[in-house]
């Protein structure tokens, strides 16, 4: 029997998934919009389900118990990557010593705002569908919500503080313990830079500790730069008088995943003191100050603060520059970019923004351009009344050449193809990237059970079809399958879902992104 591995998954108790209750909060506004827009109460009651088995899952007394949880789809066929989440400096405005103080106040926000969300949407929703059924799935929510209230109220010796440091020391020891009970279980150890400047800690030590020993548990690294700092931090690239934590990794051939998609969590703060490079305007560069980030993370604006964050802190150009210093690195590039912009890329859609442009902004914009590139932009856009208007009726071919004609004029920021660009670049040749938290997809009527599911078989399909299935064997050999276990949950389809889907949209191809690129990225022979 072929053996399998999920590159990216997290097997988090109820301890670390309480900094990740925006992520309830999203999928509330989400079924919000869906209601505003008109859905049935079927398709309703599944995604409110989802949010339900998904808490249900994480809101376990221990992470062997999600393990557990997880296990039920895989079956002991499968080999996990759990990759821990470093938050201690998640807050941490300009290298102040706060070490998220902020944090419980602010966590003690985001239960009052799905106190008054949960209330106002279950009201929205009974208006509109007048269903029993409904408002008590509502309820369920709200107990789960409230289960987390007490367990981050309740203060005692015997309890891990889900706020600090001890968070940290908690996740290493459960996937210590985990990683010598079950041999399916390979953890990536989670660095924040940070800690070495704080925590008077060296780094580079701690991973030859964790990894490099012969006793260490740990098979690779993590890194989540939205977190809070730079991909070109010091720690990380080394420096004259010190090895970073890049060489090391390259010296051992150790496994790094970091997340590399627009989306997901960032740090609280919104001023944030960074050594290393960030992204301004499109342009890398090492800033003599504090960064000020336009929008507040807590706010109705959390999406913008989400991506920004991301943009100037973790974009692909920033990992590029790490690259050129280490081309032999071992790194995954998880989410490709996220499914959005995978499916954006293939089908070569364009920003809304970009269908209707101002006629001298366009033509700076293409100013750079080669006259070749010139002329197919401008053969896609008619001219009325001083604006540059998209046409309807350009071909896949023709949409395809001015897609990537405005890609490289920067009018196009898609994250998918900058990701491609550096995994199939054969300097790098050991680079990946992973699809994991694919939630593309629908909800539809699951023809066994006639239950409602959301199902991202067709979506994948027309990934493999357009997009996979024309790459070269060596651009094949650079994609890994990933789960995102349990946060993709909030957003669609069910673990065992998930699973069949990806072997039922890739066929034979499963193989070799769930079991010949993993064994070759975790170094593991054949």
């Given at each position: 029997?072929?053996t399998y591995?999920?590159?990216h998954?997290?097997?988090f108790n ?5 900094r990740?209750?925006?992520?309830v909060v ?5 079924i919000?919009?869906l209601?505003d827009?008109g859905?049935?109460s079927?398709e ?5 389900d989802g ?10 007394p ?5 393990f557990e949880?997880?296990d039920k ?5 499968v080999?996990?990557t759990p990759?821990?989440?470093d938050?201690?400096?998640a807050?941490d405005n300009?290298d102040d010593?706060?070490q998220?103080?902020?944090y419980r106040?602010r966590?003690k926000?985001i239960?009052?705002l799905?106190?008054?969300?949960l209330p ?8 509109k569908?007048q ?17 987390f209230?007490?367990?981050f109220d ?7 503080e ?8 908690q996740?290493?020891?459960d996937l210590e313990?985990?990683?010598?009970k079950?041999e399916?279980?390979?953890p990536?150890f989670s660095v924040d830079?940070r800690?070495?400047?704080?925590g008077?800690?060296n780094?580079v030590?701690?991973?030859k500790?964790k ?6 548990r740990?098979?690779?690294v993590?890194?989540?730069?939205p977190?809070?700092f730079?991909?070109t931090d010091p720690?990380?690239?080394?420096t004259?008088?010190s090895?970073?934590i890049?060489a ?9 995943t970091?997340?590399?998609s627009?989306?997901?969590f960032?740090c ?5 003191k960074v050594?290393g ?6 342009n890398?560069?090492k800033p003599?100050k504090?960064?000020?980030?336009d929008?507040?993370f807590f706010?109705?604006?959390v999406h ?6 991301a ?14 210093k280490?081309p032999?690195?071992?790194?995954n590039?998880a ?13 070569y859609n364009?920003?809304e923004?970009q269908k209707?442009?101002?006629e001298?902004?366009?033509?700076d914009a293409?100013?750079?351009?080669s006259?070749?590139?010139k ?5 896609a ?16 071919a023709?949409r395809?050449?001015v897609?990537n004609a405005?890609y490289?004029?920067?009018f196009?920021?898609?994250?998918a193809?900058a990701?491609?660009d550096i995994i199939?670049n054969p300097?790098?040749p050991?680079?990946?990237?992973d699809l994991?938290?694919f939630?593309e ?5 699951s ?13 994948l ?7 996979y299935d024309k790459?070269?064997?060596?651009e094949k050999?650079?994609i890994?399958?990933?789960s995102?276990?349990?946060l993709t949950q909030f ?8 699973f069949?889907d990806?072997k039922a ?8 992104i769930?079991?010949?690129n993993?064994?070759?990225f975790l170094?593991?022979?054949?």
């Amino acid at each position: 029997m072929t053996t399998y591995y999920d590159i990216h998954c997290h097997i988090f108790n109820k301890d670390v998934i309480i900094r990740k209750l925006v992520n309830v909060v999203q999928s509330l506004l989400a079924i919000k919009d869906l209601v505003d827009k008109g859905v049935t109460s079927a398709e309703l009651r599944f995604k409110i389900d989802g949010i339900n088995r998904t808490l249900e899952e994480v809101t376990q007394p221990s992470s062997e118990d999600v393990f557990e949880a997880l296990d039920k789809v895989y079956q002991g066929n499968v080999v996990t990557t759990p990759l821990m989440f470093d938050l201690t400096y998640a807050d941490d405005n300009d290298d102040d010593e706060n070490q998220n103080k902020r944090y419980r106040k602010r966590i003690k926000r985001i239960f009052w705002l799905l106190s008054v969300a949960l209330p106002f949407i279950k009201m929205r929703v009974n208006r509109k569908l007048q269903s029993e059924e409904l408002a008590e799935a509502f309820d369920k929510i709200r107990d789960h919500v409230k289960q987390f209230e007490d367990s981050f109220d309740r203060k005692s010796d015997e309890e891990v503080e889900i706020f600090d440091n001890a968070n940290y020391a908690q996740q290493i020891a459960d996937l210590e313990y985990l990683a010598g009970k079950y041999e399916t279980i390979k953890p990536f150890f989670s660095v924040d830079p940070r800690r070495e400047y704080k925590g008077n800690v060296n780094l580079v030590d701690k991973l030859k500790e964790k990894i490099v020993a012969e006793d260490g548990r740990f098979a690779g690294v993590k890194l989540y730069a939205p977190a809070g700092f730079s991909p070109t931090d010091p720690v990380l690239m080394g420096t004259r008088n010190s090895t970073g934590i890049y060489a090391l990794c390259q010296e051992h051939n150790i496994p790094i995943t970091v997340h590399n998609s627009n989306s997901g969590f960032a740090c609280l703060s919104s001023v944030l003191k960074v050594r290393g490079d960030v992204l301004i305007n499109g342009n890398t560069i090492k800033p003599k100050k504090p960064l000020v980030f336009d929008y507040r993370f807590f706010s109705r604006k959390v999406h913008k603060a989400i991506a920004e964050r991301a943009k100037k802190l973790n974009h692909p150009k920033l990992w590029e520059l790490v690259m050129k210093k280490y081309p032999d690195l071992t790194i995954n590039f998880a989410h490709f970019g996220g499914s959005g912009q995978i499916m954006d890329y293939i089908n070569y859609n364009f920003p809304e923004e970009q269908k209707r442009v101002d006629e001298e902004e366009f033509e700076d914009a293409i100013m750079s351009l080669s006259n070749k590139d010139k002329e197919i932009i401008r053969a896609a856009y008619t001219l009325k009344r001083k604006k540059r208007i998209l046409r309807e009726d350009l071909t896949i071919a023709e949409r395809a050449k001015v897609w990537n004609a405005l890609y490289r004029t920067g009018f196009i920021d898609n994250w998918a193809k900058a990701i491609f660009d550096i995994i199939k670049n054969p300097k790098y040749p050991n680079a990946y990237t992973d699809l994991s938290c694919f939630s593309e997809g629908t909800v539809i009527e699951s023809p066994t059970t006639q239950e409602m599911v959301f199902s991202i078989r067709e979506t994948l399909s027309t990934f493999k079809t357009s997009f996979y299935d024309k790459l070269s064997g060596y651009e094949k050999s650079k994609i890994l399958y990933g789960s995102d276990y349990y946060l993709t949950q909030f957003f669609g389809p069910s673990m065992e879902q998930y699973f069949n889907d990806f072997k039922a949209a890739f066929g034979d191809d499963f193989d070799t992104i769930a079991s010949v690129n993993p064994k070759r990225f975790l170094s593991i022979n054949p």
